[in-house]
């Protein structure tokens, strides 16, 4: 885990402090007189022993309770864990005192480690809004700041670059990847006249585009506006302790006052006698197996969640995450794989198979660098010999010509075929899918059509949340098509496809409304629901940075069968952390019981802070259990 340098500072003093705790305890055993007589001379040989660990370890601790009592904020965890350690070291058990402080700085350690910098969002955002831009000036190129091209300005971008500004298409066709806004994998062919959004980037061609908006009005600027304002919503969870503490620290106060100066007073007894029970009372009050144990029992289930791929970047949110009642799924590269395969081949003529339709498709794609080019390749599995190839034009935004074996061979879509003046009575388009048509010496012969192949897992996955109770829903920017397809194929609750991020938002929103809601995404365009979310699920693998900055829980392998496992492990931890909680209060209400009534002393005390601690320690440590049956 990655300490930042406040992180690091805190573990050297926790560390410190252990050290000294451990060599004061050895000159005490070692050297020092015993004696039970409260401050008396060896008394103060102990507190002057073990007074520098106890500033180290409790120093701040110390500060920030009375500093908390000046402005009004009296009973918190500070000063409860305050006054248990003074009351130790007044009773002499300096030990406990520096001990108390102790475990309460590696708790809040651990939740600090938890909690973490998890957010650098914006800074990923540079790759997706250019800083600058090429305008074209009295006929000449010129490079300047994104943020000085003015409306109506005419921008140029080439063949792999990444469009500035919003805008239309003025001159050029192209073929543009849009994944970036949409997620959908497939590129879109523009030409002039056509609408091309900043972010995106141009495959091909060369494009000039007139702006319609300026850079920070654009659609790559709304999606950084949209993940801020997205993740300034999300509410803070309070840590459970404090809540607690809100009330158990004035019950106990006032329990220990009232043991040191009602009871002297009811039964005549000697007051000393009462002000060590009250003493001992508020020693024993040291809610140390909780600081301790629940911050465990969340480790632990960041531990074990780790080994199976599932990064908790927040161990709040796990709370969350076990009372979760819908999880909503991008589609591309989340439930897919992101990566076009050949569907169907679909032959028109009484001259080809589907062997030869494929063939002459993998000779007009040679050498392209096209995504249904290489899914083509992929599925021909053979070598084009380039030598039966001649004439290779590239039309962008339409597809290729090319000369085979002799032949013409023109690959592309639609309004190719319609350049080439081929026009077929029927072209084989399969609904939800997208199409490769073919033409051979200006004749129509058939086409090839693509889909994104789904995750093995996705089916199970969705299934597995079915039958947990939580309701499934797919948010893609996708055709309707094509989502009800893939939607149908999984057995997925509800969908919404041909979403822009904020549509997303609002449909993620409606459903944030109903119940704990968590996002499954992966792209730069899920980002604003990733951060919105109750619990955002980022693909760390090849998902987006900001994408992965913006979640809450990144899985590393990118399988989405990770998402039950996340679940019934949260749901796991919270039956674990509710189990310590009630046995740490049970075992702390007995022991106040039993040392107000006089039947046991100060040993009680340790017994119960170290003793409840231990046994919780072991409790949580079921949360490392390697049997995935244990996650149930």
Known sequence: MKFSKKQKREAIRIALSAVLLIAAVTVDKLLLPESDKLFSREWLFGLLCYLPAFAVAGGETLASAVSNIFRGQIFDENFLMSVAAVAAFVLGEFTEGVAVMLFSDVGELFESCATGNARGAIDSLAKLCPDKADVVRD??????????????????????????????????????????????????????????????????????????????????????????????GKSKTEAFITKFAAWYTPAVCAAAVITAVAFPLILHQPFMTWVYRALSFLVVSCPCALVISVPLTFFGAVGGSAKKGILFK?????????????????????????????????????????????????????????????????????????????????????????????????????????DIGVRPEELSDVAGETAVHL???????????????????????????EHMGVRTVMLSGDSQAVADRVAGELGISECKASLLPEDKLKELKNLISEGVTGFVGDGINDSPSLARADVGFAMGKNGADIAIDAADVVISSDDPIRVPDALRIARKTMRIAKENIVFAIAVKLISLALIGLGIVGMWMAVVADVGVSVVAILNASRMLSKDDKTLG
């Open 139 to 232: 006929g000449k190129i010129v490079t300047v700041p994104a943020d000085e091209v003015a409306v109506g300005e005419i921008i140029e971008v080439g063949a792999g670059r990444r469009i500035a500004i919003d805008g239309v298409v003025e001159e050029g066709n192209a073929s543009i990847d849009c994944s970036s806004l949409t997620g959908e994998s497939l590129p879109v062919a523009v030409s002039v006249g056509d609408k091309v959004s900043s972010g995106t980037v141009n495959i091909d061609g060369r494009l000039r585009i007139r702006t319609t908006c300026t850079s920070g009005a654009s659609a790559a600027a709304k999606i950084v506006e949209t993940v801020e304002d997205a993740a300034a």
């Open 314 to 418: 927040d161990n709040s949110k796990i709370e969350l995450l076990a009372n979760m009642k819908n999880v909503a799924f991008d589609k591309t590269g989340t439930l897919t794989k992101g990566v076009l395969s050949v569907d169907g081949i679909h032959v028109s003529s009484e001259d080809f198979d589907g062997k030869k339709l494929l063939e002459y498709a993998a000779a007009a794609e040679f050498s392209s660098l096209h995504p249904l080019a290489s899914a083509i390749t992929r599925a021909y599995g053979k070598t084009i010999d380039s030598t039966l190839l001649s004439d290779i034009h590239e039309i962008p935004g339409r597809g290729r010509s090319v000369v085979y074996n002799g032949k013409t061979v023109a690959a592309g879509n639609t309004k190719l075929l319609e």
């Open 439 to 465: 033409a051979v010496d200006g004749r129509y012969v058939g086409s090839i059509t693509f889909r994104d192949e789904l995750k093995p897992t996705s089916a199970e996955a969705i299934s597995s949340l």
